[in-house]
């Protein structure tokens, strides 16, 4: 289900890694929903404590759910795209996986509201691509995630994806690209930094 598509004047490329895709709108989607359930649930028996119903808590889930779908459509429109090079227009669009840089960020959940949606950076302001491979979870939920972090006057960016041979394959279309827009290839290192 992994795929890279060219388009047909082969102006353009995209990289769409569709298991990181569905991944992210799920984790997005039950992560809002979860919450909303809590934070109303502890509402709900602050205020009414005994006189709820039995079921209350299966109504609650379930509306918590109906009210987190809006937001993982939009997480779904900004990940199912992939990552979009175009080198015509000199341009890298994505939705970034970032990393939360100020106490802001942390406190206004900025990491998981940016899932929703897409950046677009000029590639020749790029000054550094560097490869990044690390595991999640434990024993037989355990997974080898692999990123892209860029890096540049706009500060820096992480590219996820769910398996090696899309980010080797994003990373060599970007280092194509910016070969024709600099005009010198950068390192064959995997951690590719680039020349101005």
Same mark, same amino acid.
């Given at each position: 289900?992994?795929?890279?598509r060219?388009? #047909?004047?082969?102006?353009?490329?995209q990289?769409? /890694?569709?298991?990181?895709?569905?991944?992210?709108?799920?984790?997005?989607w039950? +992560?809002? %929903?979860?919450?909303v359930a809590?934070?109303?649930?502890?509402?709900?028996l602050?205020?009414a404590g /005994?006189?709820?119903? &039995?079921?209350?808590?299966?109504?609650?889930?379930?509306?918590?759910?109906?009210?987190?779908t809006?937001? %993982?459509?939009?997480?779904?429109? %900004?990940?199912?795209? +992939?990552?979009?090079? !175009?080198?015509?227009?000199?341009?890298?669009?994505?939705s970034?996986?970032?990393?939360?840089n100020?106490?802001h960020?942390?406190?206004?959940l900025?990491?998981f509201?940016?899932h929703?949606?897409?950046i677009?950076?000029a590639?020749?302001?790029?000054?550094?691509?560097?490869n !990044?491979?690390?595991s999640?979870?434990?024993?037989?939920l355990?997974?080898r995630?692999?990123?892209?972090?860029?890096?540049?006057?706009f500060?820096?960016?992480?590219?996820?994806? &769910?398996?090696?041979?899309?980010? /080797?394959?994003?990373?060599?279309?970007?280092?194509?690209?910016?070969q024709?827009?600099?005009?010198?290839?950068?390192?064959?290192?995997?951690?590719i930094? #680039?020349?101005?």
């Amino acid at each position: 289900m992994n795929k890279s598509r060219r388009s #047909f004047h082969g102006k353009a490329y995209q990289v769409v /890694d569709i298991w990181h895709a569905i991944m992210t709108t799920g984790k997005c989607w039950l +992560g809002l %929903a979860g919450a909303v359930a809590l934070s109303a649930g502890m509402v709900l028996l602050l205020l009414a404590g /005994d006189r709820l119903p &039995s079921s209350w808590p299966v109504f609650l889930l379930f509306a918590s759910l109906l009210l987190a779908t809006p937001f %993982a459509f939009k997480v779904w429109h %900004a990940q199912s795209p +992939g990552i979009q090079i !175009d080198p015509q227009q000199a341009t890298l669009s994505f939705s970034a996986d970032d990393l939360e840089n100020s106490l802001h960020d942390v406190l206004s959940l900025r990491r998981f509201f940016d899932h929703a949606r897409r950046i677009s950076i000029a590639l020749h302001d790029i000054e550094r691509l560097d490869n !990044d491979t690390f595991s999640t979870g434990r024993g037989q939920l355990r997974r080898r995630r692999f990123a892209l972090n860029l890096s540049g006057d706009f500060g820096s960016y992480q590219l996820m994806f &769910s398996h090696k041979q899309k980010r /080797d394959e994003c990373r060599t279309l970007i280092n194509q690209s910016m070969q024709r827009i600099k005009g010198r290839s950068p390192s064959r290192d995997p951690n590719i930094a #680039f020349p101005y």
